[in-house]
């Protein structure tokens, strides 16, 4: 079912700014939806908000419509008085560690597909996606930074990034298949503030593990300030490519200062082999890929938001206490979160290796469980 459709152009006391909507607005990747749409219908700045999610939001000052992002029906929502919206932010995605991934990438991918072709038709200006500076890859011989011009070279190997990956192709062809639509593309640096990923459960081990020989960089990204960068975007203060994230990284030894939580250790073919293994066996939601942005730098100068006057509200070291606070209590071997009981009984006996693998104790099961 669909809210009534106001003149919403009329609908914000006559202000004059631009019409946005928000795919995702009852949630989105990491409640970013929710936000940048409470946001949007609050700021003087913006005309009118239509918000469209498979569930109603608590937004009241939105024009709500429920709707999967995959229907058709889509473009007709994008022109609530016969006039198209001006910009529309897609934030209906799913990243979910849990979520299978053939599903989940069917969703992403014919989603965005389904967003950019019915802005085009509808005759939206512009579209904002979300994306991640996972596309960039974390490589040995990455710069650090990356110029946020720099080529995309991750790959399909961790978790969601194949999925990105696509939304990143789908955006650089848009325009030459809709020509007049624009597609402003937002990459946050590791996304924290009530968000559950590969990157934020490493920092629930007991022990920090660190790959033999590598050098990683950590930078954060806050949700407050991905939502304050969607609305720059949103409101064409912004355009192109753009990288949200903290000024400058932490260096691996600055992180276990900051954080009290010692590193272990291990060879690369050990820790690889391992969280392959065990994501092959089905015990863990991260794929072996997912270790590389724990290995290699990809941090990511922010200087297109600063040009436009943008400045992040958060410091790496603050975002990184607040990760941690979230984070207290919980137990992660090699991404897979264990209950209490668990915790207990493999954290005990396995002492410091487990907090990358707990490989025997859990390949062992895993085998007798299959009759192997």
């Given at each position: 079912?669909?809210?009534?459709?106001?003149?919403?152009?009329?609908?914000?006391?006559?202000?004059?700014?631009?019409?946005?909507?928000?795919?995702?607005?009852?949630?989105?990747?990491?409640?970013?939806?929710?936000?940048?749409?409470?946001?949007?219908?609050?700021?003087?700045?913006?005309?009118?908000?239509?918000?469209?999610?498979?569930?109603?939001?608590?937004?009241?000052?939105?024009?709500?419509?429920?709707?999967?992002?995959?229907?058709p029906?889509?473009?007709?929502?994008?022109?609530?008085?016969?006039?198209?919206?001006?910009?529309v932010?897609?934030?209906?995605?799913?990243?979910?560690l849990?979520?299978d991934?053939?599903?989940?990438?069917?969703?992403?991918?014919?989603?965005?597909?389904?967003?950019?072709?019915?802005?085009?038709?509808?005759?939206?200006?512009?579209?904002?996606?979300?994306?991640?500076a996972?596309?960039?890859?974390?490589?040995?011989?990455?710069?650090?930074?990356?110029?946020?011009?720099?080529e995309?070279?991750?790959?399909?190997?961790?978790?969601?990034?194949?999925?990105?990956?696509?939304?990143?192709?789908?955006?650089?062809?848009?325009?030459?298949?809709?020509?007049?639509?624009?597609?402003?593309?937002?990459r946050?640096?590791?996304?924290?503030?009530?968000?559950?990923?590969?990157?934020?459960?490493?920092?629930?081990?007991?022990?920090?593990?660190?790959?033999?020989?590598?050098?990683?960089?950590?930078?954060?990204?806050?949700?407050?300030?991905?939502?304050?960068?969607?609305?720059?975007a949103?409101?064409?203060?912004?355009?192109?490519?753009?990288?949200?994230?903290?000024?400058?990284?932490?260096?691996?030894?600055?992180?276990?200062?900051?954080?009290?939580?010692?590193?272990?250790?291990?060879p690369?073919?050990?820790?690889?082999?391992?969280?392959?293994?065990?994501?092959?066996?089905?015990?863990?939601?991260?794929?072996?890929?997912?270790?590389?942005?724990?290995?290699?730098?990809?941090?990511?100068?922010?200087?297109?938001?600063?040009?436009a006057?943008?400045?992040?509200?958060?410091?790496?070291?603050?975002?990184?206490?607040?990760?941690?606070?979230?984070?207290?209590?919980?137990?992660?071997?090699?991404?897979?979160?264990?209950?209490?009981?668990?915790?207990?009984?493999?954290?005990?006996?396995?002492?410091?290796?487990?907090?990358?693998v707990?490989?025997?104790?859990?390949?062992?099961?895993?085998?007798?469980?299959?009759?192997?």
């Amino acid at each position: 079912m669909s809210s009534p459709e106001p003149n919403v152009r009329a609908a914000r006391n006559g202000a004059a700014g631009p019409v946005v909507a928000v795919t995702g607005a009852a949630g989105g990747v990491g409640g970013v939806g929710a936000l940048l749409t409470a946001r949007l219908a609050a700021s003087p700045e913006t005309g009118q908000v239509i918000a469209l999610d498979e569930r109603r939001g608590e937004t009241d000052g939105a024009v709500w419509h429920t709707l999967d992002v995959r229907d058709p029906e889509l473009a007709r929502r994008l022109r609530p008085d016969g006039e198209p919206a001006d910009v529309v932010v897609h934030l209906a995605l799913d990243l979910d560690l849990e979520s299978d991934a053939a599903a989940r990438t069917a969703y992403n991918v014919r989603g965005t597909q389904t967003v950019l072709t019915a802005a085009a038709a509808a005759g939206v200006r512009r579209v904002v996606l979300c994306t991640s500076a996972m596309v960039y890859g974390a490589l040995q011989d990455n710069d650090v930074p990356l110029a946020e011009d720099a080529e995309l070279r991750a790959t399909a190997e961790a978790t969601g990034v194949g999925d990105l990956l696509e939304i990143e192709r789908l955006a650089e062809r848009a325009p030459r298949a809709h020509p007049g639509l624009e597609v402003t593309v937002v990459r946050p640096a590791v996304l924290v503030g009530g968000t559950d990923t590969a990157l934020t459960r490493y920092f629930e081990s007991p022990r920090l593990l660190v790959v033999a020989g590598s050098r990683p960089c950590w930078q954060f990204c806050h949700v407050e300030d991905l939502v304050s960068a969607l609305e720059y975007a949103a409101l064409g203060k912004v355009s192109g490519e753009l990288v949200v994230a903290c000024d400058g990284w932490l260096e691996q030894e600055e992180v276990e200062e900051l954080s009290g939580i010692r590193r272990m250790e291990l060879p690369s073919a050990v820790a690889l082999g391992a969280a392959s293994r065990l994501h092959r066996l089905g015990l863990t939601p991260s794929p072996a890929g997912d270790l590389a942005y724990t290995m290699y730098p990809w941090v990511v100068s922010g200087s297109r938001l600063h040009d436009a006057g943008w400045r992040p509200l958060w410091t790496n070291e603050e975002v990184l206490a607040e990760l941690l606070d979230e984070v207290a209590g919980r137990h992660t071997v090699a991404g897979r979160r264990l209950g209490r009981k668990d915790a207990a009984t493999t954290l005990g006996a396995a002492g410091a290796t487990v907090a990358l693998v707990g490989t025997a104790a859990l390949v062992r099961r895993a085998r007798r469980r299959r009759g192997r």
